[in-house]
Every structure is written in C-alpha cells, then in structure tokens.
C-alpha cells in the first residue's frame, strides 16, 4: 500500500536538495556560482589582486621571502573555475544525468496513445499502462535522490520545479494510485491504478494539454537535461541562462493593449469623433503582442530561475484560462503554448470587447511579463557581487563582506 501524506498545492521543496547547501563539497561549489560572472569579466581578478596586494611589498613579504601576489590570485581563481568535486558528488551528478534521461524516456511513454490500447500479441492496455507507471515512479525515485547530492545547481532547480508540480498534482495522483512519501518521492498503489482506469492516467498525462501534470514534468526533464559548463558532467557546476528575451516588449504591448488611448475613436476631417475604431493600428498592437509572447517563450523557458519559471506558469495558466476568449478575437494557442493570430477574425471583432478582455488578462500578464524580465536580468545580475570595475556590489552576496 502506498503511504499518504497531507502535501500542500504550494509545496516547497527545496529543504530536500539541502545537500547542496550542507555539505563541504556542495556549499563550496554554491559559493563559487555566485562568482562565476565576475570570474569571467575579470573584475573578480582586480578585486583579489588589490587585496592581496595591500600592505605587502611588490617583491617580498614580512620574512623576507619573495612574494608574487599574481600567483596567489592565478590559484585561486583557478580553484574557482575549476572546483573539486568530491567523488560522491561525481556519482551523483552522472546518476541525475542519466535518470533524467530515463525519466523522459517514461514520461514520453505515458503520452503515448499506443500505450492506452491492447497489442497484437495479447497485453492489454491496462498492463501496459501499469508497466509504463512502473518505470515512471522508478526513474522519478532515482532523479530525486541524485539530485540531493548533486552539484549540477541547473538541473537540480528543474527537479525542484518538477517536484513542486508532482506536489500540486498530488490528490489527482492519488486517485491513480501514486502516492508522495515525505522524502519527496513517489509509491505505486498497481491494484488501485487498475481500479482507477487508464482514462484517469492518459489524461493527467495527455501531451495535447499544455498545462497537464504529464506536460508540465516533461517540460522541467526536457530543460533540466541541457547542456552544463564543462564538458565532463559530472565533475562541473552550473550557471542561469540570463540572456535577454521579450518580456518587457510583451509588457509594452499588454499595457497598450488594456490602455484607453488604443482604443479612442477615429475622428473626421473636421476634428469631429467618428464611431470607428483605428483598427488596423490594433490589430497592429495586438500582432506585436502575440509576436514578443512568443519570443518571451523561446528566450525565457529554458531559464533555470525559478522566479522565471514560476511567472512564465502564471502566464500559461492565465492564458489556458482565457483560451475561448483569446479565440474570439482570432488568438489561438498551439500544443507547444504559442499564440497565433487571425487577421481576418481579428478585425472583424467587436472592438470594444477587445478592450474589455485585455483590461483584465493584458493587465494581468504585463505583472508577470515584468518580473520574468526582471527574474532573467536584474536579478540575475545583482546576484554576482561584483561590477565590471571591480568594485564591491551591496546588492550582492554578504558572504564577501570581509573584503571591503
């Protein structure tokens, strides 16, 4: 029998990747995250030469033996750049890569319709589902607990996320049969899977729902199995992607597009107000708006930052939500979450609906946009503690406090 447990829809679950943090070996490798962009632009370089170079001669030290404050800079840096990592660390960094390979590979099969019918040689679906749950708990199992002693800071941010969502999912779960222990990981009821039906299981994992618990979990395996720093995986840590996207764009464009002044009508020749809309310069508005939501998307999904993750589900789940309306307006989402747009359909809308919809849902996802943006760059940036010059950054990490 599985064992049930009381888990919130809001669960946080990075007191079980604590290791990162507690151990030797993995708090050092955190510690030298932080100091990875100044590392690399080189004001961490100016920042340890000056140190190390107070108060001692150029050439020499207070016993009289010859000093280069160049070679102690060179070393540490290099530790930084290259940190040990502890054997146990090492197992368990190849052992969450590989999971996460096997943990696609069962996800991908319980999105499969071919494993909801009966076969040829006599299975029937309802074996093969179980089968395919089987593996699933198994690989999820081995993920989780790699991912506690690893050092692979990337990936383990997806299996937080990923765990996250399995917690949020836990009553539908339960009702097939899978249960979450309090370490995170997951127990296979097979009698009450059976009982539950296959149709339970092939629609919380159904490939064609962009925000079902299956979607969701090969969405966080696909990003967490990206590529890492070194080219030796087990031994490296990682860094955030934070490179620009289109959030602030797609902030623009919702704005515009729950303003009043987009939707004031055409006046005549004369000055006088018409009852025409421009709609052509909405519908250019709105075109914008699809086009960044979009890009957003494309530049932002594979982000690690779990305020970018977070807010780019609040977007999803928002726009889920308003996908009838969104289609009115000629707006249609594919499986993927990306929005297209009719032109046609568009134009020959009610207007002031338009402006009435995006009042709320543009507002709403100008908040979101925002601080995906802000969660991909200023946030990101503030997080390395140094400036380009060398200088010290109060925004950033107090661990370095000593070298002011």
Do not use: C, H
Request: aromatic share 8%.
């Amino acid at each position: 029998m599985g064992i049930s447990i009381n888990v919130g829809g809001n669960q946080d679950y990075s007191y079980l990747l604590q290791s990162l943090s507690s151990s030797s070996s993995g708090a050092a490798n955190l510690n030298f995250l932080s100091d990875y962009a100044s590392i690399k632009n080189g004001s961490y370089g100016k920042l340890m030469k000056s140190y190390y170079g107070t108060g001692l001669d150029a050439g020499k030290t207070t016993s009289g033996k010859k000093y280069s404050s160049n070679n102690v800079v060179d070393r540490i840096l290099e530790e930084k750049k290259n940190p040990k990592v502890s054997k146990e660390a090492q197992e368990a960094n190849a052992n969450l890569t590989t999971g996460l390979t096997s943990l696609k590979t069962s996800v991908s099969a319980l999105q499969n319709s071919k494993t909801y019918t009966d076969t040829e040689n006599g299975q029937s679906a309802a074996d093969k589902v179980v089968s395919a749950m089987k593996d699933y708990v198994s690989n999820y199992n081995d993920v989780v607990n790699a991912a506690k002693g690893s050092t692979l800071t990337r990936k383990t941010a997806y299996v937080e996320n990923m765990m996250s969502s399995t917690a949020a999912n836990a009553d539908k779960l339960s009702e097939i049969g899978v249960t979450i222990n309090s370490d995170g990981t997951l127990e296979l009821n097979a009698g009450k899977l059976k009982e539950a039906g296959i149709s339970k299981v092939q629609e919380l994992f159904s490939p064609d729902n962009i925000m079902s618990y299956g979607s969701t979990i090969a969405s966080r395996v696909k990003f967490a199995g990206g590529s890492t720093t070194s080219t030796n995986a087990t031994n490296s840590t990682e860094t955030n992607n934070t490179t620009g996207s289109g959030a602030l764009s797609l902030k623009a464009d919702a704005k515009k597009l729950a303003s009043d002044e987009l939707y004031e009508k055409v006046k005549d020749k004369d000055g006088n107000e018409t009852n025409q809309y421009d709609i052509d310069k909405i519908f250019a508005t709105a075109k914008s708006f699809v086009s960044n939501y979009n890009k957003m998307f494309d530049n932002a999904e594979s982000s690690s930052n779990s305020g970018v993750v977070a807010n780019l589900s609040y977007i999803r789940e928002k726009t889920a939500r308003n996908e009838d309306a969104l289609k009115q307006f000629g707006i249609s989402v594919d499986q993927k979450g990306r929005m297209k747009i009719d032109e046609d359909t568009f134009k020959k809308a009610d207007m002031s609906q338009v402006q009435k919809f995006f009042k709320d849902y543009g507002s709403s996802i100008a908040t979101n946009a925002s601080l995906v943006d802000y969660y991909m760059n200023t946030k990101a940036n503030a997080a390395s503690g140094y400036t380009s010059a060398g200088e010290y950054n109060v925004q950033g990490s107090s661990r370095y406090t000593d070298f002011m």
